[in-house]
């Protein structure tokens, strides 16, 4: 698949057949990020389809995926190996049973690839059939500045080092995905790295083409009535606006409960798909999710 992506058209036509829904902007960059070989950085709100974006390519391209999930207290020994020192104390208590063994022999065999516990960026530099993986290093913005930095480095040469067995180098450099949810700022020399696209909240009629994609049995009129709905709560002040995700999950919910056209009653019930939050599930009640379905309709009406 990759060797037939060769414009943006074919990246765009790529990730629709796995159901996303990509606009000439990303595509773009995406198409760039593939034939320069440079690191894609995406940044936005929780829920804009950062992560699938990733997805959709390893799958549209035949690659393996590799995902490292950040959070906070990562460090370059978790993202890349560790040693599997349970297995390296039964290897011990092995060689003792047996009457002991060289112990030059002993560390250099405890210290190699058998007893290796490799973590995502290390896998990422492995070969893998089909041709170089996806690595999706997700929220990479809730790590702190010194594993940036090592990120910084790793990526610039596609290479770690393992004290115990030298410098590991990608044969062909990995295609790299880095999200952001924007919680903090990532450092400029990370970004300057990368290609950069901003994913944000898609309009009325790209984001009815999304749930269209991923919730095929709705309805036109249940699908139109879900995405000017949640389209006019982005409009409210609301703690956490909900993204595409919850668009998509809030249409299933309602497809779950056999629900053919929006009501108060049933947004009422079912706002816990589309809100995480008590507070903001809160200002929706009684009139408020009149009023929000009231002018969702009209637009409807006026489009």
Known sequence: MADRISSIDDVIAALAAQDY?????????????LRLGRPLFLEGEAGTGKTEIAKALAAALG???????????????????????AAQMVAIRSAEAAGGA??????????????????????????????????????VDRTDEPF???LL???SDFQVTIP???TIRAPEPPIVILTSNRTREVHDALKRRCLYHWVDYPQFDRE??????????ASAQLSREVVAFVQRLRGEDLFKKPGVAET??????????????????VIADTLGAVLKYQDDIARLQGMEAKRLLDEARATLETA
């Open 248 to 265: 998509i999950d809030w249409a299933r919910c309602l497809l779950a409960l056999d629900v053919l056209t929006l009501s108060p009653e």
């Open 148 to 150: 940036e930095a090592f």
């Open 153 to 155: 480095e790793a990526l």
């Open 102 to 139: 060289d112990a030059a022999h002993l560390r250099e065999t405890l210290f190699s690839s058998d007893f290796l516990i490799e973590r995502p960026l290390l896998q990422a530099l492995r070969p893998q059939p089909g041709g170089p993986p996806v690595l999706l290093i997700d929220e």
């Open 21 to 33: 829904v990509c606009g000439r902007a990303l595509g773009t960059v995406a198409f760039l990020a």
């Open 208 to 217: 009815l083409e999304i749930l269209q994609a991923r919730a095929p049995e």
């Open 164 to 166: 115990e067995l030298g």
């Open 63 to 85: 690659r393996r995926l590799i995902r490292l999930q950040c959070y906070e207290g990562l460090d370059a020994a978790q993202a890349v190996y560790e040693w599997n020192f």
